[in-house]
């Protein structure tokens, strides 16, 4: 069984950074970054292919986070900067065995899932 799991949460103030990490076990795998506040629908955050060479972005995010990885460890990264108040939500790693890199954005291409990490952002 694959697991996943999500770390780096945490309270920070409007404006500062934190790094989120994610590990996932058994191998290599296509990774997806989602969010959900309260009381709204979950949402893309950002994906990277296996290899680390395609990247997607919410529009949202694009330019203050970077999702990146090292697949020594196994693990994938999403640096978040200049963070605002509406990004605080409980944020989701996901994995998607395969070879295929296909519509990322879309939660129904993972198979796996953490349980999330919060991250709260002050304003």
């Known amino acids: 069984q694959v697991q996943v799991v999500e770390s780096g949460g945490g309270l920070v103030q409007a404006g500062g950074s934190l790094r989120l990490s994610c590990a996932a076990s058994?191998?290599?795998?296509?990774m997806g970054w989602f969010r959900q506040a309260p009381g709204k629908d979950r949402e893309f955050v950002a994906a990277?292919?296996?290899?680390?060479?395609?990247?997607y972005y919410a529009d949202s995010v694009k330019g203050r986070f970077t999702i990146s990885r090292d697949n020594a460890k196994n693990t994938v990264y999403l640096q978040m900067n200049s963070l605002k108040y509406e990004d605080t939500a409980v944020y989701y790693c996901?994995?998607?065995?395969?070879?295929?890199?296909?519509?990322?954005?879309?939660?129904?291409?993972?198979?796996?899932w953490g349980q999330g990490t919060q991250v709260t952002v002050s304003s």
């Open positions: 996901a994995a998607r065995s395969g070879a295929l890199f296909i519509a990322p954005q879309a939660q129904q291409f993972y198979n796996y």
């Open positions: 058994g191998g290599t795998y296509h």
């Open positions: 990277i292919s296996r290899n680390g060479g395609r990247t």
